[in-house]
């Protein structure tokens, strides 16, 4: 059954850097992209970082230079390193499985974590 399980999330002071991570099972992590996607209070989803199969990235331009997204086949998990974090990132995270290799479309989801930007 396919699993994605996240940990890493917290609160954290501006400037400040967080590795969440989402360890997959039910399935073998190199055949799919794998993305990451965020939701602030009281607005939409949106898609931040995704990285396929054979390790091309994408980043939202609001993270470019400050995320980077990686992935470990043999540990079936992917890394999302927040760097220099500002408020306007505080949003509940999820991690998601792309339906293929180079697709940043998702058909299952992690149960999201909560990352807080705060002084």
């Known amino acids: 059954q396919v699993q994605l399980v996240q940990s890493g999330g917290g609160l954290v002071q501006p400037g400040g850097s967080l590795r969440l991570s989402c360890a997959a099972s039910?399935?073998?992590?190199?055949?799919?992209?794998i993305g990451w996607v965020r939701q602030a209070p009281g607005k939409e989803r949106e898609g931040v970082s995704c990285?396929?199969?054979?390790?091309?990235?994408y980043y939202d331009s609001p993270v470019k230079g400050r995320f980077t997204i990686s992935r470990d086949n043999a540990k079936n998990t992917v890394y999302l390193q927040m760097n220099s974090l500002k408020p306007e990132d505080t949003a509940v995270y999820y991690c998601?499985?792309?339906?293929?290799?180079?697709?940043?479309?998702?058909?299952?989801w992690g149960q999201g974590t909560q990352v807080t930007v705060s002084s």
């Open positions: 990285i396929s199969s054979e390790g091309s990235t």
């Open positions: 039910g399935f073998t992590l190199d055949d799919y992209a």
């Open positions: 998601a499985r792309g339906v293929g290799p180079h697709s940043c479309e998702y058909d299952y």
